[in-house]
């Protein structure tokens, strides 16, 4: 691995090699999501805790200072709506210039593995592989289900993150599930969790990332689960001591309860 890539790679995962990204891409699809209204605020208390952003140019530009900002993971790809026709016919929107241009620290591509758009989706997945190789930047790539929510089991996302690992991304985020050690053991890259819509309760979230780091995920790119919890900096610091700090179900909740009574 050359120097660029190797000190891109290490912008995301810390020491222990486990990362924690915080994604605020929601709006490229879905217009001004619930409490992403303003994206500059929403971050601004939980920036402490997270190891990158996953975000895309525009909000990057408009919310997120360059002085202080964490490492960016830039969302590259997208074409479709909520209120359109298939959320899978997605296109890359962002140049190779663009992302340098941006300091990325590494991009973020959609896949559709078994949608009418497959094909399109791994060419565009391909196509950003060759151009980011050349410059050092990692791509991650996202197995994506659209609204198709039922896709969010073992086998499908085991074929899902294989598929695009073999395409070269440097990273794969997906759904946790059931069984998640399954997906991990036939990736050769780093698997790292979405959140998907909103748990219930802090609890049902602690248990699922703490289930999957336990099954060999190196971390998570949680969005709803945290910014859309009325206490998302203990959130953040319960979810922190799972990815970093080894911390227990148990000793997380504790932390979670402890901080939202403090603030
Ligand atoms: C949206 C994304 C998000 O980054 C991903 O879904 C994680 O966010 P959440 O935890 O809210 O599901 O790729 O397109």
């Not at 920036?47 to 202080?68: N, Q």
């Not at 210039?97 to 758009?117: H, K, P, Q, T």
């Not at 991650?140 to 289900?145: C, D, G, H």
């Not at 659209?146 to 794969?172: D, H, M, T, W």
Request: aromatic share 8%.
């Amino acid at each position: 691995m050359d120097w660029g890539m190797k000190n891109r790679m290490s912008q995301l995962f810390r020491e222990d090699g486990h990362c924690f990204f915080l994604p605020i891409d929601h709006g490229y699809f879905q217009g001004p999501t619930s409490c992403l209204e303003k994206p500059g605020e929403t971050i601004a208390p939980l920036l402490p805790w997270c190891d990158a952003l996953f975000v895309t140019r525009g909000v990057l530009r408009s919310a997120v200072s360059p002085v202080e900002s964490k490492p960016i993971i830039l969302r590259v790809s997208g074409g479709s709506s909520v209120i359109g026709e298939d959320l899978a016919n997605e296109g890359i929107t962002t140049s190779i210039e663009e992302v340098l241009r941006l300091n990325a620290a590494a991009v973020g591509v959609s896949i559709f593995v078994g949608s009418d758009y497959e094909y399109e989706s791994l060419m565009n997945l391909a196509e950003l592989v060759n151009s980011c190789e050349d410059f050092g930047i990692p791509v991650m790539a996202v197995t994506a289900v659209g609204k198709e929510l039922q896709k969010q089991e073992v086998r499908y996302l085991a074929l899902s993150c294989r598929i695009a690992a073999e395409f070269g991304a440097r990273v794969v985020k997906t759904y946790w599930c059931k069984n998640f050690d399954k997906v991990v053991e036939g990736c050769p890259v780093p698997v790292v969790m979405a959140g998907g819509p909103k748990c219930e309760t802090a609890l049902e979230v602690l248990q699922f990332v703490h289930d999957g780091m336990q099954r060999g995920a190196v971390g998570v790119n949680l969005g709803r689960n945290v910014w859309q919890n009325p206490h998302p900096v203990a959130m953040m610091r319960a979810l922190y001591a799972v990815i970093h700090e080894e911390a227990t179900i148990k000793e997380a909740h504790k932390i979670f309860n402890s901080v939202k009574k403090s603030g």
